[in-house]
T-cell receptor, first 112, second 114 residues
């Protein structure tokens, strides 16, 4: 069974731009979560989607948003990029809410 | 709020020696606990999990962890490390009935000496 895939793997954007990251979960998994990883703050929870609905949200500004499609694929969007948004963005999928999460390889976003 | 503490930022172990990585947490009533490993430039790989039942759980790659409710700990162990175990290790917790995502510790960087 294929694992979690994330596209693109690497991205360079300019401050003020917006970006969309994509995540395809493991087949059959209905829950998708997003995390931000930085050297200073470590791994932080962004949000979780289940059945196309946002179920949980971490402590991030409204510039961070996401959605989930009927096939469970998910996208996250960051608008008005700031230098501090440079990070590794990890997507994780699980069968359902509260199940063990399986992570993708991440998207490395660099904001210049 | 939940929190996870991994007291050791770096640990150096000789190849073939035993390993124990510490993890302490604060939580609500029903913690679900996990250990993940991350190699450079990679995502996180699940090593093992604890939801309920037997407090000693076995994982992949020869790792095990023991849940001790009285000490709020979930330490990871391996009897004999291999050079390929060098990586970053993260302990994580989620409240079983809660509405938040995983809360991670800051990680422990494991260095293997030949």
């Amino acid at each position: 069974k294929a694992g979690v895939t994330q596209t693109p793997r690497y991205l360079i954007k300019t401050r003020g731009q917006q970006v969309t990251l994509s995540c395809s979960p493991i087949s059959g998994h209905r829950s998708v979560s997003w995390y931000q990883q930085t050297p200073g703050q470590g791994l932080q929870f962004l949000f979780e989607y289940f059945s196309e609905t946002q179920r949980n949200k971490g402590n991030f500004p409204g510039r961070f948003s996401g959605r989930q499609f009927s096939n469970s694929r998910s996208e996250m969007n960051v608008s008005t990029l700031e230098l501090g948004d440079s990070a590794l963005y990890l997507c994780a999928s699980s069968l359902d809410l509260r199940g063990e999460q399986y992570f993708g390889p991440g998207t490395r976003l660099t904001v210049t | 709020a939940q929190s996870v503490t991994q007291p050791d930022i770096h640990i150096t172990v000789s190849e073939g020696a035993s390993l124990e990585l510490r993890c302490n947490y604060s939580y609500g009533a029903t913690p679900y606990l996990f250990w993940y490993v991350q190699s450079p430039g990679q995502g996180l790989q699940l090593l093992l999990k604890y939801f309920s039942g037997d407090t000693l759980v076995q994982g992949i790659k020869g790792f095990e962890a023991e849940f001790k409710r009285s000490q709020s700990s979930f330490n990871l162990r391996k009897p004999s490390v291999h050079w390929s175990d060098a990586a970053e290790y993260f302990c994580a917790v989620v409240e079983g009935g809660g509405a938040d995502g995983l809360t991670f510790g800051k990680g422990t960087h494991l260095i293997i000496q030949p």
